[in-house]
């Protein structure tokens, strides 16, 4: 009986490379702590096994979005680390149905507002983070309620880490926003301190790492580039390729000039061509923007993705490769030869957001 698993789409997650990211992330603010952000079960790529190799490679602070994630990575953390010394955060902060279990697992919340700071304040759990909004508007406390902090003598006897804050301009580096956004986080960042002297500094995610601005931080937030996906303006400071997506080929067809392939025909031959059918569609994270859109790597070409993407296949023009495809020969939809960002962007979305769509039928391979 053949192996089935041949004729699922397989993501290869190279764990070596993210601890290599994660070194090379490091040595580019060589006098700051380097986190990690392993939220959405580390961008899709899957956290049970990715969290012990950065642990392995010197991470020993932690970023998730979710108390239940954060409760997740402690365990997942406890085969590598039973002594719990790393230090895990909590973006959302806590709420009223969870803050009193912040303490039993470890996990240090992000303060996001005045409730937030009061349900913390009323449990004493110890050390927490305050987010300060610069200027993205989402999460975060606004200037009226600093001003509050402040002023006031409400919130002092809470124990603050850090001051956090978050680029919302960062993947365009020329963007005077950003500047805007460093300058506005140390004035304020200027004001806490009168009230928690120790706090230390944290702005920059993965996009921010590449920003031409001089910043003081005592830790950087990677997220994507850790994940081999971001800013690589300096080819010094490339990163390493983590996850690749393969799909293989079912069937090979050739249809004459006129045909046409897929749901509603859109796409029509203007020669003899030779189709490859591949097992993989939406249903997988494989976008349905990809219609007459993508590229796959087939044998060491390109080929274009033709027709409309459906549930569980897409169609690939392999008429000019050269050599010969056969089925069952694994076209590549991202990875060493196709960069996600690339593929992201013939989607009209970013490698975030591809990680993240990966479905559950795809069958994960790590690499150490």
């Not at 993210?18 to 899957?46: F, H, I, S």
Request: hydrophobic residues 40%; proline residues 5%; aromatic residues 8%.
């Amino acid at each position: 009986m053949s192996d089935i698993t041949t004729h699922r789409p397989r993501l290869t997650i190279d764990l070596a490379a993210v601890a290599e990211n994660y070194r090379t992330l490091a040595a580019m603010r060589p006098k700051a702590d380097m986190a990690a952000v392993v939220k959405a079960d580390c961008y899709g790529l899957g956290v049970d096994r990715i969290a012990p190799a950065l642990f392995a490679a010197g991470c020993r602070a932690f970023f998730v979005a979710y108390f239940f994630e954060g409760v997740h990575l402690r365990e997942i953390l406890s085969r590598v680390d039973p002594e719990g010394t790393a230090t895990i955060c909590i973006f959302n902060g806590p709420a009223r149905d969870d803050v009193d279990d912040f303490t039993t697992h470890g996990l240090t919340p992000v303060l996001n507002t005045l409730e937030q700071m009061r349900l913390w304040r009323q449990t004493g759990n110890g050390p927490a983070i305050i987010h300060i909004d610069t200027g993205m508007n989402r999460l975060g406390l606004t200037g009226r309620e600093i001003d509050e902090i402040i002023s006031g003598e409400a919130y002092r006897s809470l124990e603050i880490s850090y001051l956090m804050s978050h680029f919302a301009f960062g993947a365009n580096a020329a963007d005077p926003h950003n500047a805007g956004q460093a300058e506005a986080f140390s004035r304020t960042a200027t004001s806490l301190r009168k009230i928690w002297p120790s706090a230390k500094l944290s702005l920059s995610a993965s996009a921010g790492l590449f920003l031409p601005l001089e910043i003081e931080e005592a830790l950087i937030r990677p997220g994507v580039a850790l994940y081999g996906a971001g800013p690589q303006d300096h080819p010094e400071q490339a990163l390493k390729t983590v996850a690749s997506l393969h799909a293989p080929i079912l069937q090979i067809r050739d249809i004459a000039p006129g045909e046409t392939c897929g749901y509603s025909g859109t796409f029509t031959a203007q020669r003899p061509t030779r189709l490859a059918t591949i097992g993989i569609g939406y249903a997988d994270g494989y976008c349905r923007a990809l219609s007459n859109k993508g590229v796959v790597r087939i044998n060491g070409d390109d080929c274009p993705v033709v027709g409309n993407v459906s549930m569980d296949l897409i169609i690939a023009d392999i008429s000019d490769i050269e050599g010969d495809a056969r089925v069952g020969d694994m076209a590549e939809c991202f990875g060493d030869n196709i960069r996600v960002e690339d593929h992201a962007a013939r989607a009209g979305t970013i490698a975030y957001e591809v990680f993240t769509m990966l479905g559950g039928r795809i069958q994960k391979i790590y690499r150490t």
